[in-house]
């Protein structure tokens, strides 16, 4: 089974733009979780999609935003960016079923804001 | 709510020594807790979980950790460290029909020869 995977693996930007970050779940994953992930602050939870709907929100300013489309795959938007968010972006997928179980992650989109 | 504390950023210790990666989390309801292992530039990969049952998890490449309800920690273990196992460790916290996991800040293991 082919894992998750991010696209692109790297993007440098400057303030003021906007960018997308695309994630592929294992196949039959329902759910996509995205991080942002920067030096000592670990894993920071962004939101979760499941079916096209987002279940699960973090505290990140209305700039960032997600979707999910109708075969799991999943998008996150960043607008107008800022220095700040030069970060490791992680996607996660999971299959939905009982207990909580393992996340499944991808190698993650390296974004550096200029 | 659900919070996470790993304590110690940076850990070294000498291969074949103990590891010990610490972990201690909050939840109002009963947790579902993981570790999982990042490796440079790579994603995260799960170590071990605990759901309910058996408080003492095992887990890949000889780690293990100890759900402990009265400590609310979860520490990790590793009898003898080795090389490879320099990496950067998280701890994370999930509860039953939330689908939301909360992450450590996490702890970077350095192994010494």
């Known amino acids: 089974k082919a894992g998750v995977t991010q696209t692109p693996r790297y993007l440098i930007k400057t303030r003021g733009q906007q960018v997308t970050l695309s994630c592929s779940p294992i196949s039959g994953h329902r759910s996509v979780s995205w991080y942002q992930q920067t030096p000592g602050q670990g894993l920071q939870f962004l939101f979760e999609?499941?079916?096209?709907?987002?279940?699960n929100k973090g505290n990140f300013p209305g700039r960032f935003s997600g979707r999910q489309f109708s075969n799991s795959r999943s998008e996150m938007n960043v607008s107008t960016l800022e220095l700040g968010d030069s970060a490791l972006y992680l996607c996660?997928?999971?299959?939905?079923?009982?207990?909580?179980?393992?996340?499944?992650f991808g190698p993650g989109t390296r974004l550096t804001v200029l | 709510a659900q919070s996470v504390t790993q304590l110690g950023s940076h850990v070294s210790v000498s291969e074949g020594a103990l590891v010990l990666l610490r972990c201690n989390y909050s939840?109002?309801?009963?947790?579902?807790l993981f570790w999982y292992v990042q490796y440079p530039n790579q994603g995260l990969q799960l170590l071990l979980k605990y759901t309910t049952g058996a408080t003492l998890v095992k887990g890949i490449n000889g780690f293990e950790a100890e759900f402990k309800k009265s400590e609310t920690s979860f520490h990790l273990t590793k009898p003898s460290a080795h090389m490879s196992d320099a990496a950067e460790y998280f701890c994370?916290?999930?509860?039953?029909?939330?689908?939301?996991?909360?992450f450590g800040t996490g702890t970077r293991l350095k192994v010494l020869a």
């Open positions: 999609y499941f079916s096209e709907t987002q279940r």
């Open positions: 994370a916290v999930s509860t039953s029909g939330t689908y939301k996991y909360i």
């Open positions: 996660a997928s999971l299959l939905t079923s009982g207990a909580p179980g393992e996340q499944f």
């Open positions: 939840s109002s309801v009963p947790p579902y």
